[in-house]
């Protein structure tokens, strides 16, 4: 009885008090001044919803913050952020960074600990700045709960978002050690160690959606008091923070808040959902189907030119075509359609449309790089009925099964269009380096032109030429070289390479050869990648529409000389990883990897890839390694790590094809925990053998 009065108070005070769905419109969660979901310099408990990746800026007299962050999953959000200190300079050289001001790199994470109900409330733990000097170091337990259009939050904070202490820390009262806290990490490090230490406050604050749905209101209490921070003594007149969020459009935010009792936060948000993004294609319809009556024999010719762009184009390079006993089998290398079974049922249509006389089975094959890599078996009565359409209500799929790849020997006495044994692009290429002491963004931007030529059936020569059309490495300052690093340089040269206007990127020999039952192998020679010459193997063994995979690769490198690339340093390693691939089933978008060998610099270690692939295609991925480098003899950042968003090319063109773009940023380049850049490697080349999504 009690509940029922209070939830009805509520409700006459705040419409639909205690649900836990926002008000009207769903109100999605708006991003704090760091970045993340939050109010201004508070958290609160909600996750951005999964896909949703957004850029953000916010701009006062002492900071600009710059970040992008994402909902990884319904219960985990990352956030990346540049902070550019307007009050300090980079150093005190002037000689080495000019007049440029402070700029610190941080990372952070949000994992969802409970949902909401209609009676519980959302919570929450954070962390900022895990990895960097931690400027913005602490962590978080907060909680949210919807009241109708107000969304209340209320949490604890230690380190820099708890430094007023407010309330005592309650850890204190188990162990002094938590009594006190780190004041600032080494540069890149990622430290766990000083978590619930030091300071401790209360924050809490409410968003309100009006009944004008673009815009919301914020009002917080803030548990940070901003003494000693890095920006200087900044004077905070109150510890309560008001703020605005305006929604200019679906895909873009302004915020307006004052803070601190005296200053002024402006800055904007801009949006997309990674799981909503589809392409706009302008593509060649699919053949009707329009079947032929069935004759003694097959017209190849006429199958073969409908399989490729000459006509219907069902993605097919070079199809062969074979018929024995009551098998048709044709075999190509897919190269058009992202989703491997548009390409097989356009497949389909086209030979069912010329079937000969006996044929029950349809074996397509698709093939990359020369080399099988699935059959699709489809029962040619059931795709009949499926084409000519079911009556209502008895709509079945055909029979339709993924196995091995067929003996390409079948085909020798079969009708073949013969591939084309050289190929040529042309690619724009862009080089970025973010947050250096000579200016915050280091770019370069050129011309990948690349040729192809198969000597035979399964050995290519490839090769590709960069040509530079501009950049401002130029600005690097020689004082940068790493000298708190005890390695070999195995990649600090880089500022040196990027000052050519024109050279050999790769040229190369490789030979492919599928060995059967899931194993493939290349072996490889040339000019590998921009830095290195030399020669290598690898195998991989990738079960049909398993999980898993597991891979080798062996190398023998040289460095390349930066001055003369056609020529080479004094530096040599061998260099290789055993690396196991999996793609839990209960988590069907992540794949993790994991690489153990020796690196570059000759420091042995593992490399852990951790990658989140939406349902748009885009694959948001993370990875670190690790070596036997101590902190000392790696310098600068401790370890490598870095992040890479790799696009599918279809997103933004009108016809479809399975390129991909990826934009990759590393903190800091350092030569501990560094990989050799290979071409080709045999996992990305046998992605068809993955289970298609959603079977």
């Given at each position: 009885m009690k509940k029922t009065?209070?939830?009805?108070?509520?409700?006459?005070?705040?419409?639909?008090?205690?649900?836990?769905?926002?008000?009207?419109?769903?109100?999605?969660?708006?991003?704090?001044?760091?970045?993340?979901?939050?109010?201004?310099?508070?958290?609160?408990?909600?996750?951005?919803?999964?896909?949703?990746?957004?850029v953000n800026y916010r701009d006062n007299d002492q900071y600009r913050f710059y970040s992008t962050s994402i909902g990884l999953f319904p219960w985990?959000?990352?956030?990346?952020?540049?902070?550019?200190?307007?009050?300090?300079?980079?150093?005190?050289?002037?000689?080495?960074?000019?007049?440029?001001?402070?700029?610190?790199?941080?990372?952070?994470?949000?994992?969802?600990?409970?949902?909401?109900?209609?009676?519980?409330?959302?919570?929450?733990?954070?962390?900022?700045?895990?990895?960097?000097?931690?400027?913005f170091d602490g962590e978080y337990l907060v909680a949210s709960k919807y009241f109708g259009p107000l969304d209340v939050s209320f949490g604890?904070?230690?380190?820099?978002?708890?430094?007023?202490?407010?309330?005592?820390?309650?850890?204190?009262?188990?162990?002094?050690?938590?009594?006190?806290?780190?004041?600032?990490?080494?540069?890149?490090?990622?430290?766990?160690?000083?978590?619930?230490?030091?300071?401790?406050?209360?924050?809490?604050?409410?968003?309100?959606?009006?009944?004008?749905?673009?815009?919301?209101?914020?009002?917080?209490?803030?548990?940070?008091d901003y003494r000693d921070d890095f920006a200087g003594r900044l004077q905070q007149s109150s510890h309560f923070n008001v703020g605005a969020v305006w929604r200019a459009t679906d895909w873009a935010?302004?915020?307006?808040?004052?803070?601190?009792?005296?200053?002024?936060?402006?800055?904007?948000?801009?949006?997309?959902?990674?799981?909503?993004?589809r392409p706009a294609l302008r593509d060649k319809p699919p053949a009707e189907y329009a079947p032929q009556p069935e004759t003694a024999a097959l017209s190849f010719t006429s199958a073969a030119s409908q399989l490729t762009a000459l006509k219907y184009d069902a993605g097919f390079d070079a199809p062969e075509i074979a018929q024995y006993g009551g098998t048709l089998y044709m075999s190509g290398e897919q190269y058009r359609y992202r989703d491997s079974r548009e390409a097989v049922d356009r497949?389909?249509?086209?030979?069912?449309?010329?079937?000969?006389?006996?044929?029950?089975?349809l074996s397509v094959t698709q093939t990359r790089d020369r080399m099988p890599m699935v059959t699709t078996q489809t029962d040619v009565a059931g795709l009949r009925r499926q084409l000519e359409g079911y009556p209502l209500g008895q709509e079945t799929q055909p029979a339709q099964t993924r196995v091995e790849p067929v003996d390409t020997r079948l085909f020798s006495r079969g009708y073949r269009i013969?591939?084309?044994?050289?190929?040529?692009?042309?690619?724009?290429?862009?080089?970025?380096?973010?947050?250096?002491?000579?200016?915050?963004?280091?770019?370069?931007?050129?011309?990948?032109?690349?040729?192809?030529?198969?000597?035979?059936e399964h050995a290519l020569l490839d090769g590709?030429?960069?040509?530079?059309?501009?950049?401002?490495?130029?600005?690097?300052?020689?004082?940068?070289?790493?000298?708190?690093?005890?390695?070999?340089?195995?990649?600090?040269?880089?500022?040196?390479?990027?000052?050519?206007?024109?050279?050999?990127?790769n040229l190369q020999a490789n030979l492919f050869q599928p060995l059967g039952h899931g194993f493939y192998s290349q072996v490889y020679g040339g000019y590998l990648e921009?830095?290195?010459?030399?020669?290598?193997?690898?195998?991989?063994?990738?079960?049909?529409?398993?999980?898993?995979?597991?891979?080798?690769?062996?190398?023998?490198?040289?460095?390349?000389?930066?001055?003369?690339?056609?020529?080479?340093?004094?530096?040599?390693?061998?260099?290789?990883?055993?690396?196991?691939?999996?793609?839990?089933?209960?988590?069907?978008?992540?794949?993790m990897k994991v690489s153990v060998g020796q690196y570059l610099a000759k420091d042995k270690g593992v490399t852990v890839d951790v990658a989140k692939r939406f349902d748009s295609g885009i694959t948001v991925g993370v990875w670190a390694a690790l070596s036997n480098v101590s902190k000392e003899d790696y310098g600068e950042g401790g370890f490598s790590k870095g992040f890479y968003v790799s696009i599918p090319l279809d997103l933004m063109t009108i016809s479809p094809n399975r390129n991909r773009a990826v934009v990759s940023w590393t903190p800091l380049t350092r030569d501990g925990g560094q990989m050799l850049g290979r071409k080709y490697q045999l996992y990305g080349i046998t992605d068809d053998r993955e289970r298609p999504v959603g079977q």
């Open positions: 009065y209070l939830m009805s108070c509520l409700a006459l005070v705040f419409p639909g008090a205690g649900q836990a769905e926002p008000y009207g419109d769903p109100v999605r969660a708006s991003q704090s001044d760091f970045g993340g979901t939050g109010l201004m310099q508070t958290p609160n408990a909600r996750i951005a919803r999964e896909g949703e990746f957004s985990l959000e990352g956030t990346i952020r540049y902070t550019d200190v307007r009050t300090r300079k980079y150093s005190d050289n002037e000689a080495f960074s000019g007049d440029q001001s402070y700029k610190d790199k941080s990372f952070d994470f949000k994992i969802r600990l409970l949902e909401e109900d209609f009676i519980v409330p959302q919570v929450a733990f954070g962390k900022r700045d895990i990895a960097g000097t931690g400027l604890m904070a230690w380190g820099y978002p708890g430094n007023s202490g407010n309330v005592r820390n309650p850890l204190c009262q188990v162990s002094d050690k938590y009594c006190t806290r780190a004041e600032l990490n080494d540069a890149g490090d990622i430290s766990f160690s000083d978590m619930f230490r030091g300071p401790a406050a209360l924050f809490g604050g409410v968003e309100y959606q009006t009944p004008w749905q673009p815009l919301r209101l914020k009002l917080e209490y803030d548990g940070n935010e302004l915020n307006l808040s004052y803070e601190r009792g005296n200053t002024l936060m402006a800055g904007f948000t801009l949006r997309t959902n990674f799981n909503d993004l497949a389909n249509r086209i030979l069912a449309n010329n079937l000969p006389a006996g044929v029950k089975t013969k591939p084309e044994r050289f190929s040529y692009s042309f690619a724009p290429t862009l080089a970025q380096s973010l947050g250096g002491p000579e200016d915050f963004y280091l770019f370069q931007a050129g011309l990948m032109s690349s040729a192809r030529f198969w000597l035979t590709g030429i960069f040509t530079n059309l501009y950049n401002n490495y130029d600005k690097f300052n020689s004082s940068l070289l790493p000298s708190d690093s005890t390695l070999p340089r195995v990649r600090t040269h880089i500022r040196d390479y990027v000052s050519n206007d024109v050279y050999l990127n921009t830095m290195y010459a030399g020669v290598g193997a690898e195998v991989l063994w990738r079960p049909l529409d398993r999980s898993w995979a597991l891979g080798a690769d062996l190398n023998y490198v040289r460095q390349r000389d930066w001055n003369n690339m056609m020529r080479f340093a004094d530096y040599s390693a061998p260099t290789g990883f055993v690396t196991a691939y999996w793609n839990p089933p209960v988590v069907n978008s992540l794949l």
